[in-house]
């Protein structure tokens, strides 16, 4: 078994099987997280509750594999302002109670800003198989589920890299989209469809990748030959778009939504034969002598009527932010995560950080710094590095010696293997005076070492700052 992963409990294949049999959707509601009571544990299917729950809110989504029917993806944002524990196991309810699937999560920190410095939002995704994806739902309130700012500018970052957008144009599509509802139809003069639409083209679309779009349009564009689960957009291609009369009576009789064909409006074309017997015709003393029975009119135009007008791309509102619906190939993102390929990407363990031969995996800041011990004074002082950085350490000591004499330093640390490199200096403040002065050691252990000061000649009367510096591990 993977290292991380989801499984489904007893209690929800039992739960699935029963609305199975009633033919009745799964609704997933919420979703938990827990520390495991202290301590990182592979969880099993028996599996009733978390070991220790720390955190329980509402899903942010729920989406389906386009390539694998049975894939499912449930996704959740912990706030910026709960924390102060760690995850290591998550949980999806249903809407009755029932924790129906189980997480074991990479040990990951969540802090809080009132007790921990920093703060940030927790982004949980939870890939799991079910036997049927069709029948699961999610239960979803789009008053508490919202999309990070965060990441929505880094997936508009990323479009930006890639010039699907200008910097001007993602700007204005942020402003837009986070002001207008589900449903709404906005006009592109550009080729590009910004985050949160989708053309009117008439396509099908899945009720499961679009949820509020598809409880927004219902079936009313619907041909009957769209599947199970599926729904039909308008088409909106090479049309002109209408207010709808509503009563008004000017264009009686439509259906909202509904397509009209073209129309001339009923007209008369009048024509006159005859001759006068002097002015002008229409003028006094004109007569008319006789009416043309039938003229012969030359067809003239195209084959529509159509004012001067501009070709633009209507397109419409299908979700609120990027993060809560879409098509997105679960796949894709189960893989592994590298330098060319946007995956997931697994946590490193601190073993596999201090080994520090792994390139598949990621470290996070806590395990970064995990290894490293230092202290630093004007009398000694140590840097020891993490084993994945070879686990050196420098260390040093100082003393002040009169001539000719020597003291016992203990180092800061016990050297663990053997100190392979040292080196004595004296500090003064005194130029060229104490050139015959030098700073030289003996009897190295693992926990002492003998500095000694040597004056060479004339011995100089005032003390001196001798340092003895080590390097080993």
Request: aromatic share 10%; charged share 20%.
């Amino acid at each position: 078994m993977a290292d991380y992963y989801t499984l489904l409990t007893n209690a929800g294949i039992a739960y699935e099987t029963a609305c199975k049999a009633a033919g009745i959707p799964i609704k997933l509601a919420q979703i938990s997280v827990g520390d495991g009571n202290g301590a990182v544990y592979n969880p099993d299917a028996s599996a009733q509750a978390l070991k220790r729950e720390v955190w329980r809110g509402p899903l942010n989504a729920l989406f389906q594999d386009e390539k694998n029917a049975n894939w499912l993806m449930a996704e959740v944002t912990i706030p910026s302002d709960v924390g102060g524990w760690y995850v290591r196991e998550a949980g999806l309810w249903t809407d009755t109670g029932i924790l129906y699937a189980i997480v074991k999560y990479p040990e990951s920190y969540k802090p809080v800003l009132a007790t921990s410095g920093s703060g940030k939002e927790f982004y949980i995704r939870s890939i799991f198989e079910t036997s049927n994806a069709a029948i699961v739902t999610l239960l979803i309130d789009d008053t508490v589920v919202k999309a990070t700012r965060a990441w929505v500018m880094d997936y508009l970052a990323q479009q930006l890299a890639k010039g699907t957008y200008s910097k001007v144009e993602i700007e204005a599509l942020i402003a837009k989209a986070s002001a207008l509802p589900v449903g709404s139809v906005i006009a592109f003069p550009v080729d590009k469809i910004p985050p949160g639409f989708l053309e009117i083209d008439g396509s099908v679309k899945s009720a499961l990748a679009y949820p509020d779009l598809a409880k927004f349009l219902g079936a009313v564009f619907n041909k009957g030959d769209e599947g199970v689960g599926n729904f039909r957009l308008p088409e909106s291609r090479g049309e002109f778009l209408r207010g709808w009369d509503h009563g008004r009576g000017i264009d009686a009789g439509r259906v909202i939504g509904g397509w009209q064909e073209d129309l001339f409006k009923s007209h008369t074309h009048r024509m006159q034969y005859g001759s006068y017997a002097g002015g002008s015709l229409g003028a006094p003393g004109y007569q008319t002598v006789g009416v043309l029975s039938a003229v012969g009119v030359e067809a003239t135009g195209g084959n529509e009527t159509r004012p001067r007008n501009l070709a633009v791309m209507w397109c419409i509102k299908a979700w609120n932010a990027p993060i809560n619906q879409g098509t997105i190939d679960v796949a894709v993102l189960a893989s592994q995560a590298t330098e060319v390929n946007q995956g997931t990407a697994k946590t490193a363990t601190q073993p596999e950080a201090d080994a520090g031969i792994d390139d598949s995996t990621i470290i996070t800041p806590k395990k970064l710094r995990f290894g490293f011990a230092m202290n630093f004074t004007a009398s000694s002082g140590y840097i020891l590095f993490p084993t994945w950085l070879g686990g050196l350490l420098l260390q040093y000591g100082r003393a002040s010696l009169a001539a000719d004499q020597s003291a016992t330093l203990t180092w800061p640390l016990a050297w663990p293997d053997a100190c392979y490199a040292i080196s004595g200096a004296v500090h003064s403040s005194f130029a060229r005076v104490d050139d015959g002065i030098s700073a030289q050691y003996r009897s190295l252990t693992k926990t002492t070492v003998i500095l000694d000061r040597q004056d060479i000649g004339t011995a100089v009367a005032n003390n001196r700052d001798m340092f003895v510096i080590g390097i080993g591990k």
